[in-house]
């Protein structure tokens, strides 16, 4: 009996041995995601204001942002912006690469983790000015980078919130969500700019046909609409994608 109960004993504990050998790679890179994201956050968090009069707190608010460019670039330099979207307590550096491929498996820090950061595409201007900047980042079930998108999959949420701000060292970028779209990887979302009005205005009919919900707003009102695409993975099926559109409504300088 004894020898039997030894048996099970060392099977069960071989069992979790080999359990804790696989998940731990998965738990230390959760562990270090989350230490430097603190850090950044240190860096992002909003200060005290000294000064109480609201115009000087809005002034000193876009300075702060300014120097938190700054003091992020010393970090690293790809870096090109702060993505800020209140109603999901999204707030992180955008940077770009070389490729769309380093910053899937390495954090802002550049360290290897494969867990990324959220990223501008390559072929995009760094200032944004592209018709559609495409911005990517992996779904973190923890809550970091692009998890909390996934609010917008509801109804009410995506009629309720829409405000999305970046911040370069230039100014601040004011946006609105028009769109949400799931579809699968290949579905042609990543068009940056277009060659003429008729297929600019194809590739918005497109989305609009092809979104789970969407805004009524004129985006061809302008000869240079300036869009941002938020990618991020989504599990509803194979090799999907969540992808939420925004429309840049304002532009304001330090």
Known sequence: MKKIFLIFSLFFFAIFIVSAILLFPRLKTRIEAHIEDKKIQSILEDKKPEDKTI?????????????????????????????????????????????NYFYLKHLFSKKRNNLGAIFLDVNNKKDFSDNNSIIYGHRVRSGLMFQNL?????????????????????????????????????????????????????????????????????????????????????????????VVFANLVDVKTY
Do not use: W
Request: charged residues 30%; contains cysteine; proline residues 3%.
């Open 55 to 99: 115009e000087n707190q809005e002034e000193n608010k876009d300075l702060e942002f300014k120097n938190r460019i700054d003091e992020l670039k010393k970090i690293n330099n790809d870096l090109v912006g702060i993505i800020h979207i209140p109603s999901v307590d999204i707030k992180e550096p955008i940077v770009q690469g070389k490729d």
């Open 150 to 242: 996934i609010k917008f999959k509801k109804k009410d949420f995506f009629d309720n919130n829409k405000d999305v701000y970046i911040y370069t060292d230039k100014g601040i970028l004011h946006y609105e969500i028009f769109a949400v779209l799931n579809k699968g990887a290949s579905f042609p979302y990543r068009t940056l700019n277009f060659n003429s009005s008729q297929e600019m205005q194809e590739y918005f009919i497109n989305i609009r046909q092809n979104s789970r919900f969407n805004r009524d707003i004129d985006l061809l009102a302008h000869s240079h609409p300036r869009v941002i695409a938020l990618s991020t993975c989504d599990y509803d099926f194979q090799n999907q994608r969540l």
